[in-house]
C-alpha cells in the first residue's frame, strides 16, 4: 500500500515539480485546483519509489481512483504500483483525467489490460488565446456586441488582483452566490464557497494570476488561474454579477489580452455537463475539445 498524504499549502513546490514538467494541457494536475478542492475530493499524493508523483481521490458518487502518474521512469512501473495499492484497499481499480494521449501511453506498455470510457461531461475547451483577446472574423460578432455595449454603458477599468482587493472579490463572489441558489443550501454552491474562500486566503502562495473589472466603483467580475503547461494557461474561475450586461464578455477578452497573450492556448476547463454552460463554452469555439475518460482493468 503506497503510503498517500492529504495535499497542502506547503506541497506545492514538491507537486509542482512534476506538474510543472507535463505535456498534458488538461487543467486536473493544477495545484491550485488541486488544494482548493481538496476538502471536496479528499485528495491526497506521493511520491513512488519510482519517482513518480501519484494523486488519489474519491469523486463523489464514484469509486476511489488516481491521476496519471508523473514522472520519467517506468511508467508501467507506476501503473502497477497504483494497482496494487488499489487491490490493497479492497477497491476497483480506476484511473481518472485519463485523455486519448495518456490512454495510448499506457496502452503501448501495456496493452490490452485495460477498458477505455470516455465521459462528455469531462471534456475541457481549449482556446487559442488569439482568438479569445482579438476576437475576429464572423464567428465572434455577437461577443464584439456585447463588449461593445458594455463599453457603452458602464465606466469600467481592469485591475489585477492583488491583495487590497481580494476582500471585494470574495464580497462579489457571495453576492453572486446568493443571487444563484444561496451560498448554505445548494450543496455544489457549499463545496464552491469551501473551495474559492480557501484559494483567496492562500492567493499570494498559491501564485495565481487573476483579474477584475472595476464597474462603476464595484469590483463587479473577476478571473483567474495559472500556468498548465508552457504553452497554455488554465482558467479556474471566472464570475461576474449576471445583470452586468456584457460582463462575462468582457471580463474573458480582457483576461486573455492582459494575461494570456504569451500562451498559445486557454484552456477554460470542463461543462460538468450543464446545459447553459456547455453552450457559453462552445459559443467560444474552443481550438481543441480535451477528451477525457476513466480507465479500468478489463
Not at 56 to 67: A, E, I, T
Not at 141 to 164: A, C, G, M, V
Not at 234 to 247: N, Q, V
Not at 261 to 266: A, C, G, K, P
Request: glycine share 8%.
Amino acid at each position: 500500500m503506497l503510503l498517500f498524504k492529504p495535499v497542502m499549502i506547503g506541497d506545492k513546490d514538491i507537486i509542482q515539480s512534476f506538474s510543472g514538467k507535463s505535456i498534458f494541457r488538461n487543467c486536473d494536475f493544477s495545484f491550485s485546483n488541486m488544494f482548493g478542492w481538496s476538502h471536496y475530493y479528499n485528495t491526497t499524493f506521493t511520491v513512488s519509489e519510482e519517482n513518480f508523483l501519484c494523486v488519489r481521490f474519491q469523486p463523489r458518487n464514484d469509486s476511489p481512483g488516481y491521476l496519471f502518474p508523473l514522472g520519467d521512469g517506468n511508467l508501467e512501473e507506476a501503473v502497477n504500483a497504483l494497482i496494487t495499492d488499489a487491490e490493497s484497499r479492497n477497491n476497483p481499480f480506476y484511473m481518472y483525467g485519463v485523455t486519448q494521449t495518456m490512454f495510448e501511453l499506457i496502452e503501448k506498455i501495456m496493452p490490452g489490460k485495460f477498458v477505455y470510457e470516455k465521459n462528455r461531461n469531462w471534456f475541457e475547451y481549449i482556446y487559442s488565446s488569439d482568438d479569445l483577446i482579438r476576437l475576429t472574423g464572423k464567428k465572434f460578432q455577437s461577443k464584439r456586441n456585447h463588449i461593445n455595449k458594455f463599453k457603452r454603458t458602464y465606466e469600467w477599468e481592469y485591475l489585477p488582483i492583488t491583495h487590497d482587493i481580494i476582500p471585494d472579490c470574495l464580497t462579489l463572489y457571495k453576492r453572486w452566490c446568493r443571487e444563484n441558489g444561496g451560498c448554505n443550501t445548494e450543496e455544489s454552491l457549499i463545496e464552491e464557497g469551501i473551495a474559492t474562500q480557501s484559494i483567496f486566503d492562500n492567493y499570494e502562495h498559491l501564485n495565481l494570476i487573476g483579474g477584475a473589472l472595476r464597474i462603476n466603483g464595484e469590483i463587479l467580475a473577476y478571473s483567474y488561474g495559472q500556468a498548465l503547461t508552457e504553452d497554455t494557461f488554465g482558467i479556474h474561475a471566472e464570475k461576474c454579477l449576471p445583470e452586468i450586461d456584457g460582463g462575462f464578455s468582457m471580463m474573458n477578452q480582457q483576461f486573455a489580452e492582459h494575461n494570456c497573450s504569451e500562451f498559445l492556448y486557454i484552456n477554460r476547463e470542463e461543462d460538468l455537463g450543464l446545459e447553459s454552460l456547455r453552450k457559453a463554452k462552445l459559443s467560444y469555439h474552443p481550438t481543441i475539445l480535451l477528451e477525457k475518460g476513466y480507465l479500468r482493468l478489463k
